[in-house]
């Protein structure tokens, strides 16, 4: 039994890892700013902080000892660094929830891709960060920060597209309504490829990473990737109805998805380790196949 604790862990698959601490038999504190319910009841222990203003971290976190903490809230450098100083001394293992978006625009990226000892980190805050850009530096900043600090044994856990039934960014869901419905999908470029992962397995594998040794960046998901054209065509033909894909953004916003460019990992790292992870082929095809029946 370890002492976990888990920065947010009220929503999406962070409630999965949760769900999965504690029915490993771990001790779970978790602690977010205290907005939200969550379904845990007395199985968890809860901290009230604010990820902006460290003083609540250092409050929260006084004379409390962890084994294992589980970042996945953090948006900006200047909040790795004050949580970084609030639990200094205070845990030996840190998984950070990072993602694919640390990489360059690019098809199956390799964790050497991009190392976060050597970036030049710019302290700046969340609210510093606007669109994908921002993200992208926000986050590679934040897993600058904990590595070069050297606090911990840390973990970087680069992410693809995270996605599941209950998803509620309802990303993948839009192109499935969109074909049944006839309606156009406006995709810059339906050749860019990308990487997924289902949000159970997401949750698994964080689990199994923070009991491990291992250390550094790692890439997790489902083997491969598959562009736009590909996602869309395999929609058509779980339907039965025509993909009308339109280029141009005159016609409507840019759906889900459609980004600037390719984002896609290589997961032979993981799997090497032992990893393991759902088919691509089989993850879409059984959540296409999941919101089509949703429709009946």
Not at 131 to 138: D, F, R, S, T
Request: proline content about 3%; aromatic content about 12%; overall charge negative.
């Amino acid at each position: 039994m370890k002492q976990v604790l888990v920065l947010g862990g009220t929503q999406y698959f962070g409630k999965k890892l949760a769900e999965k601490l504690i029915d490993s038999g771990d001790q779970v504190t978790i602690a977010t700013r205290g907005t939200k319910e969550d379904m845990f009841g007395e199985k968890v222990e809860r901290l009230v902080i604010d990820r902006e203003k460290k003083e609540t971290m250092v409050e929260a976190f006084n004379d409390r000892q962890w084994d294992i903490v589980y970042d996945q809230s953090c948006f900006s450098p200047a909040e790795a660094k004050d949580t970084a100083e609030a639990l200094k001394g205070k845990v030996n293992r840190y998984i950070f929830t990072s993602t694919q978006a640390v990489y360059e625009f690019g098809t199956l990226h390799k964790e050497t891709n991009f190392d976060a000892n050597t970036y030049e980190i710019a302290y700046k805050t969340r609210r510093q960060y606007p669109g994908y850009e921002g993200y992208q530096e926000a986050k590679r900043s934040s897993e600058a920060v904990l590595h070069q600090l050297g606090y911990f044994d840390v973990v970087s856990v680069r992410f693809p597209i995270v996605v599941s039934e209950d998803d509620y960014t309802e990303r993948l869901k839009y192109y499935v309504d969109k074909i049944v419905n006839g309606e156009p999908i406006v995709i810059s470029d339906p050749d860019f490829r990308y990487s997924f992962v289902h949000a159970e397995e997401a949750a698994g594998f964080l689990l199994a990473i923070g009991k491990s040794d291992f250390t550094g960046p790692i890439n997790p998901g489902s083997r491969g990737d598959i562009s736009l054209r590909e996602l869309t065509d395999k929609i058509a033909e779980l339907t039965g109805k025509g993909a009308i894909i339109k280029s141009n953004v005159d016609t409507g916003g840019l759906s889900p998805y459609a980004l600037p460019g390719s984002w896609s990992i290589d997961t032979t790292l993981a799997e090497s380790l032992g990893y393991r992870f759902a088919s691509l082929n089989q993850l879409l095809e059984d959540l296409i196949q999941f919101y089509i029946k949703e429709r009946k």
